[in-house]
């Protein structure tokens, strides 16, 4: 896929390599790599983007049992970028994928997200690695990660005591990860068969923190499930059951107010 203007990255370069020899212009040259912050150039040169800034890359690991990848996604804030994104290098445990990101004078200020999957290959599950994304041969952001995707399995933790029928009671789970390093997902199971989904659990979601009242008194078991985000075949074992019991009684501290 080697485009016309790559003929002409090639002259900016030998263009530089000769300033450089010369011991002049270098300064100036820099000076014409695009930023952000620039509202138009006079340049109708696609213009090497070297400032790229992190926060608007995003880096993801993707394991599955017979291939690994990483995706990254840029958020660039108009349309007048390009990305050629290359290969990935691999050395030992470290992959290195260098792009070539440039900038054209003519642009539609609509944000847009390009994304791109590098293929890494079977990783090997005891390993740690670690994924460099470079622009123009300089580091921009990087992820670790490791070879397997298994998610710890966690505990359900109760906030308040002494819950009573019918009033929302807040349990969590306690915060787990996956080895890959993405997002995890949590479900509970509350033992109330009547307010769950045909498969008695709740929705998936990424936020730890649940409620439920129960209708009826009596001891309930509240359980919790964790899986990757990425990968949501990979789920943690379900946990432990955290017993609660639901009374009909008012609470003893609540007791205590009115004396
Ligand atoms: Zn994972």
Redesign the pocket.
């Known amino acids: 896929m080697l485009k016309p203007k790559a003929l002409t990255r090639g002259l900016f370069i030998a263009i530089i390599a000769v300033s450089l020899a010369m011991g002049f212009a270098f300064a100036e040259e820099v000076e014409q790599a695009a930023s952000f912050d620039d509202n138009a150039d006079e340049s109708e040169e696609w213009i090497p983007v070297k400032d790229l800034d992190p926060d608007r890359v995003e880096l993801k690991?993707?394991?599955r049992e017979h291939n690994a990848w990483v995706q990254v996604t840029i958020i660039f804030p108009n349309s007048g970028y390009d990305v050629e994104w290359g290969e990935v290098e691999q050395d030992n445990n470290t992959f290195i994928a260098d792009t070539r990101i440039e900038a054209d004078e003519i642009v539609l200020p609509v944000v847009t997200e390009k994304r791109y999957r590098y293929e890494l290959g079977e990783l090997d599950e005891e390993e740690e690695y670690r994924f460099v994304f470079q622009v123009w041969g300089e580091k921009i952001d990087s992820i670790k990660f490791s070879g397997s995707?298994?998610?710890e399995s966690t505990v359900v933790v109760f906030e308040e005591d002494s819950p009573v029928i019918d009033e929302s009671y807040p349990f969590s789970a306690e915060e787990t990860s996956?080895?890959?390093?993405?997002n995890v997902e949590y479900r509970f199971e509350w033992d109330d068969v009547e307010n769950l989904s045909r498969e008695s659990f709740s929705e998936w979601s990424e936020t730890p923190e649940k409620e439920h009242s129960w209708s009826d008194e009596g001891e309930y078991n509240v359980r919790v499930q964790a899986r990757?985000?990425?990968?949501p075949a990979?789920a943690s074992p379900l946990s432990d059951e955290n017993k609660i019991e639901i009374s009909e009684e008012t609470r003893i501290d609540d007791w205590n107010l009115y004396y």
């Open positions: 690991a993707i394991v995707c298994i998610v996956c080895a890959c390093g993405n990757c985000s990425e990968n990979n």
